[in-house]
């Protein structure tokens, strides 16, 4: 059963990956097709309203020019799109990362350590069976871990998987990756301390920058998190098929 599992989760993670990355590419041709149209279209102008907004905000028309459109485009897919694949495969390698830890804790509850947990009396009152409320301990431990920070998740893993054990660029880099995209949700892009703590020698900009996922640093990045889940759970099905 923990093979078939963990084989699941394998394939599901590149599904999700691919799909990430499939969707910024077939956007960026989007772009790239409706940049070359507007080329072609002679004259006239765009107008942009906010006919259900624009009375409460005093906003006006914004009128723009079709020659002005592929370069708005470009400032829009840097702006939006790269901005929420780099949020999504983060998001993809976070939940896959603790859906493997669920995966050998609902194998072997015994796994968990060996230290007192609390648990409300509610869900051992209403727990239909055993397995619930051993679920229920299960996600309360990775609750845990996903307040530490990405070298704790991994040192974690390590404890368990005794043989795996990530590099330091590949973790530097996994870390810096997250706190890019902590920025964004909890800061507006704009690097603070905290970036730094957790970025370490990794972090890519300053105090009081922006920080950007343009260039190669998505696929870099997508690199990093596809290649890193699946040696781990490559490991794990060599691991418990021997």
Partial sequence: MLIESLESLRSRVITDFCAVMEFKLYTDLAYILSGEYTKSIPGGEFI???P???PFLSLAPNIINPYELPHRLEQA???YLLLLVHQQQVAIF???FFDILRTLFIDQPLRLPNKQRQIE???IINAQDKDE???AL???EINEIKYKNVKDWFKYLENLVSKYKITDSDLGRIAEAKATRDLFAHNAGIVNEIYLQKAGNFARFKIGESV???GDYMRDTWVVFSRVLILILDLLIKKYKT
């Fill in 48 to 50: 942009i309203d906010y």
């Fill in 52 to 54: 259900a907004i624009a």
């Fill in 77 to 79: 897919k840097n702006s």
């Fill in 94 to 96: 976070e939940n896959s």
């Fill in 121 to 123: 009396y509610s869900i």
């Fill in 133 to 135: 409320i051993i679920f």
């Fill in 138 to 140: 299960i996600e309360k």
């Fill in 212 to 214: 950007s996922v343009e």
